[in-house]
């Protein structure tokens, strides 16, 4: 084969290798046409063993066409591959998933739910004139129970599942089963006037159910001054009753019992989901149950050294879970306690 015809051979197949390597449609496609065209079996190596037999004044013009071909064939290939490794790094840019470690870091905690609630009534209540108090959750028989108006073996006793510890004489230490004994060490702490909510943890021997719990949160309120009726204790419910949930809800007392206050009350608060109306969550009453309060029994400030005849006084209690289920329409008490961030972190 003469020089003329090798280097049309070699111009034959830069015009194929132009049109094969732009129409490439993969990677792989790409490598397959470097072997095609430059590999050992491809036309640039055979005109390179057939250079050898050639006159010796051709085979400069035939070596300088075979470098010009297997130039312009490699600068086709880099530009493609370029290409495309530019368009696979946009779409994987756009598809990537970030697996390296930490991946996303730590997001900020917040208070628990039962936290926020109750430092938000401490607030209101603050803002009333109230002061905060907190006592320990282990408490005396005297404390929790002799110094309220339930002696040893007041059938009362049983309404609250008392759960005892081994300390001291029996049965004279325990679990506090409501904050009402703060009420106890805050009166014998100080002389009236007294106004004074206390919050915190109690405990009783209950079985866990929709609306209880062994543990929970109360906050309790106690007015001590002179001049004092159950028509300040009306007016204090329902002015707390507005500013928690809102213009528009409003308080109702029902007759109840508790040993420690005498007349003794009931408190329920317009239902948050009817707006008073009726619905599943009220029994149709419009109404729903938040806590107890009452006149301090005389008996109680004897105890504590007060003198009934000079000194009157209210109290009220409630617990924080009920307060967060009634507002937020939470239905299981356990939910609190189950350390479920995806509930934990919607509030």
Known sequence: MTASDLIARLDAERGAADEAIRAARS????EELDRRFLGKASVAASV?????GLDTADRPGVGKALNEFRTAVEALLQGERERRAGGDGDRLGSERIDVTLPGRGPTRGHLHLVTQVQREL??????????VAEGPEVETDWNNFGALNIPEAHPARSMWDTLYVR???PEQVLLRTHTSPMQIRVMQAQEPPVYIVMPGRCYRKETLDARHSPMFHQIEGLVVDRGITFGDLAGT??????AYFGAGHHARLRPSYFPFTEPSAEFEVTCIFCEGSGCGTCSQSGWIELGGCGMVDPNVFTA???DPEEWSGFAFGFGLERMAMIRFGIDHIKTFY???VRFLSQF
């Open 122 to 131: 401490e607030d209101l209540f603050v803002g009333f004139g109230y002061r």
């Open 304 to 306: 504590v050294g007060y």
């Open 338 to 340: 189950e350390n479920d």
């Open 167 to 169: 300390l001291g004489e």
């Open 237 to 242: 419910i329902e002015a707390f009753t507005e």
């Open 27 to 30: 990677a792989a496609e790409v």
């Open 48 to 52: 390179k063993e057939q250079i050898k």
